[in-house]
């Protein structure tokens, strides 16, 4: 199962990297001209304003040209020279330092051809280019054309309806469904993550509080999961629209959210151990005995509400790619896959809540139902503090370390275990006269689960659930640092870390509360990790990541750990570790102007999430990104993959091309 789940999320992440572009500044139509035994084919490039499309004669060291290519040449001749309306302007670029010609608004490009005796049904190809405005380019991209050969004196493009993506592709019906499968498949995977799982028994709770009418709780049942659907699908959307990805990550990174769910975990956690019972006030009660209806309903809907809220922390990495879209101009798409997202997300709170008799029809005797609520009640005060870590990392309280985390976890856990043996009994509980053999295999495996945890309390990586606890460099005593640190000060460094990366060339800024994992030693800001490359003459190897990334915490456990991943990330790059959430705030003088949505960034994490989004077009992490020192890029951009082996191979293929250049 864990590898099969590992594989979803592998998969996921790598389609909504590739739907997580943002500008499509051209876009693409094709159409042919006959007259008489010539054909005329027509390339349209339509310009976003303020954007220009690079000619196709361009001198050498300059930018990508825009060049046509053909699938078989051979089945037609060329009538003259490509025709190009309207002329091109010259500039000299002082980037490039050279005169550069290009299309603004519109550009129309015409090849006149001969079809040989063997005429083709169609010709296909694509037109490869590259567009940039004052501000950014877009990288080298490819529109594919199939234009279909007719005997009329005029013929459009082959194609099913479609719309043009953002990489100058159609995008068929084909397409849409693929999207929505994959974003069905990311709903499935998000289920399982730290702030999504503890809602089950919230659900539960819910409903079996219901209408005693069959009929009537499985309405509100209904309601329930549609509420979820929609509030994904439309004010999801439409939060994308009018606020843009800004808005994502405040919710998922700013205190005042992850403090009010940490309190909501607290609560309901309180709440199972008996403490008190969660009931609407009794006005409400008295109210909604006069609306029974509107008040179930409206009950369902805020229920659906409060777990889309709690849950965004974790949802949001998914989730934030596909707002990217709505926020970059798209609106159909991001719809397709909210929609995707949300069904897959909100099938199992929907069926937990049309059967809560699941849990309430168990046997009464022995207090099972009571058992099943305290055991909850544990898991939400153990996973509730998520939200307090994710607050404490991006504001560095230094409340909630990483050796703290794991303290409270061993001590709620080991209470759990002494729990389910009937060893610790709460007001509620009925008394326990002999272990039952499930209650001793849960008792063995949350003892076994503690045991697992102990060695992290000295440095353990703890891969299996890395992603759910504060990373390694908040823990103080850290042993494998220590042995580490020893080893590097008496010079005999063992092969794993032979040949240690060149001393930084300054110190980094940030360091003294930012870190890299595994003793590396790197940089927390582009500009000065940037400058360094260019003194060392070495690659750069950026990290996109955050303080309540689960993913990137996993991708540092099991990959940056593997000594092959490590040995390259020391000796042939200067690393560059850019947190999007860090609310650290910046002096006016470092405060940066988005060009993508005009505002001002005055935080450490708004100016790279900004920078993330500007500059590659995505806002998920972790995401990995390896330039030469001029600031180019040198390989394809990778995101969330737990293969060892294709990171090694990731970073191999980006050396080579260094070499070469």
């Known amino acids: 199962m864990k590898r099969f789940w590992v594989s979803v999320f592998f ?22 001209e006959k007259t008489g035994d010539e054909l005329t084919l027509v390339f349209k490039a339509t310009i976003d304003q303020g954007w220009h499309l690079y000619d196709t004669n361009l001198p050498d060291g300059g930018p990508v040209p825009t060049t046509i290519h053909y699938a078989d040449s051979t089945l037609f001749e060329l009538v003259g020279d490509l025709q190009k309306i309207p002329a091109a302007t010259t500039v000299f670029d002082p980037t490039f330092k050279m005169n550069l010609s290009y299309f603004s608004n519109e550009a129309v490009f015409k090849q006149q051809i001969k079809l040989r005796k063997d ?15 004052d501000e950014t380019c877009t990288p080298p991209t490819e529109a ?25 592709h159609e995008m068929s019906n084909g397409r849409f469904l693929i999207f929505f499968l994959f974003s069905f498949l990311a709903g499935l995977a998000a289920i399982l993550t730290p702030c999504v799982f503890p809602m089950i028994p919230m659900t539960v709770s819910f409903f079996m509080k219901s209408s005693e009418s069959k009929l009537k709780a499985r309405m509100h049942a209904v309601f329930y999961g549609l509420s979820i659907i929609g509030i994904y699908t439309i004010v999801g959307t439409l939060v994308a629209v009018i606020f843009g990805p800004d808005a994502a990550n405040w919710l998922s990174t700013h205190w005042i959210p992850n403090l009010l769910f940490f309190a909501i975990f607290m609560v ?12 609407l006030p009794s006005w409400m009660v008295n109210k909604s005995d006069k609306q029974v209806d509107k008040g179930g309903f409206l009950g369902s809907f805020f229920m659906a509400l409060t777990l889309v809220l709690v849950s965004f922390s974790c949802t949001g990495p998914i989730v934030g790619a596909i707002l990217v879209e709505s926020a970059g101009g798209q609106v159909l798409k991001p719809i397709v896959g909210m929609l995707g997202f949300s069904l897959a997300f909100a099938l199992p709170f929907t069926l937990f809540a049309l059967f809560p008799g699941w849990l309430s029809n168990l ?22 503090l998520k939200f307090l870590s994710v ?8 409340i909630l370390d990483r050796e703290v985390y794991l303290a409270f976890w061993i001590v709620i856990f080991t209470l759990l275990g002494f729990y389910i043996l009937g060893k610790l009994k709460f007001a509620h509980d009925s008394e326990v006269k002999h272990v039952t053999v499930p209650r001793l295999m849960l008792a063995i495996i949350t003892f076994s689960f503690v045991v697992y945890l102990l060695p992290g309390m000295f440095g353990a990586p703890l891969k299996a659930i890395s992603g759910y606890l504060p990373p390694q460099t908040t823990h103080d005593f850290d042993l494998h640092q220590i042995i580490r640190d020893e080893i590097k000060l008496n010079n005999t460094m063992a092969p794993l870390t032979e040949n240690r990366q060149n001393e930084l060339c300054d110190k980094p800024k940030f360091s003294e509360f930012l870190h890299l994992p595994h003793g590396l030693e790197g940089y927390f800001d582009y500009e000065q990790g940037m400058a360094c490359a260019k003194a060392q003459g070495k690659p750069v190897f950026i990290d996109f990541t955050g303080h309540g990334c689960v993913n990137c915490r996993e991708m540092e456990a099991t990959v940056w750990s593997d000594p092959r991943v490590l040995q390259r990330l020391r000796n042939d790059f200067v690393v560059i570790a850019l947190y999007v959430d860090d609310k650290t705030e910046l002096p006016d ?24 989004i500007t500059k590659y077009g ?16 040198l390989v394809k951009p990778q995101a969330y993959d737990l293969n060892p082996d294709r990171f090694v191979e990731f970073l191999d293929h980006a050396i080579e091309e260094y070499k070469k250049r």
């Open 119 to 133: 005429a083709p049904s169609g010709i296909t190809g694509y037109v490869e280019f590259m567009s940039c405005n």
């Open 11 to 32: 998969l996921v992440s790598v389609f909504l990297h590739a739907y997580s572009q943002v500008v499509e500044p051209v876009k693409w139509q094709f159409e042919t």
């Open 144 to 168: 594919e054309f199939n234009f279909k050969v007719q005997e009329t004196t005029k013929a459009t493009v082959e194609s099913t309806p479609t719309l043009i993506d953002n990489k100058g």
């Open 268 to 279: 309901f956690a309180f709440s199972f151990f008996g403490m008190f019972e969660i009931v």
């Open 618 to 633: 995505v806002n998920a992490q972790p995401y990995y990104v390896l330039l030469d020192n001029q600031g180019e890029l």
């Open 589 to 612: 003088s470092e405060w940066v102007k988005s060009t993508y949505d005009g505002k001002v960034k005055k935080t450490l994490g708004k100016k790279y999430a900004d920078f993330q």
């Open 391 to 398: 607050a404490d990392q991006t504001y560095h309280w230094g």
């Open 363 to 384: 046997p009464k005797s022995g207090g099972w139902l009571n058992s099943v609520k305290v055991v909850l009640g544990f898991l939400e005060l153990a996973l509730g």
